[in-house]
Nanobody, 123 residues
């Protein structure tokens, strides 16, 4: 069992930055691939970024490449999402999720989810 708690969301102007954090409970955090996914009003939940258990592999949705960076600190049981050059279309609730095995883009492939943190980008 893994419990996930996100923080760091808020209101920011377009072009600004935010850093999301996700604190995980449980001794097996380092064995999970971790992901960030988001859901905007009226839209389906979509994949944003993921990182393997060792941090050796990362993957991003095309719309955030070059602007967002996912990282993790297994000693602190924490995964991060650094978001730069934010755009109005990045506005969404951002969820942290844990997945057994390899990293993946499919939201249905994640086993544990946090409650989400709101990110609002004003234009």
């Amino acid at each position: 069992q893994v419990e996930l708690v996100e923080s760091g969301g808020g209101l920011v102007q377009a072009g600004g930055s935010l850093r999301l954090s996700c604190a995980a409970s449980g001794r097996t955090f380092s064995s999970y691939a971790m992901g960030w996914l988001r859901q905007a009003p009226g839209k389906e939940r979509e994949f944003v970024a993921a990182i393997s258990w060792s941090s050796a592999n990362t993957v991003y949705v095309d719309s955030v490449k070059g602007r967002f960076t996912i990282s993790r600190d297994n000693a602190k049981n924490t995964v991060y999402l650094q978001m730069n050059s934010l755009k109005a279309e990045d506005t969404a609730v951002y969820y942290c999720a844990a997945k057994r095995g390899l990293i993946g883009r499919f939201p249905g492939g994640y086993d544990y989810w946090g409650q989400g943190t709101q990110v609002t980008v004003s234009s």
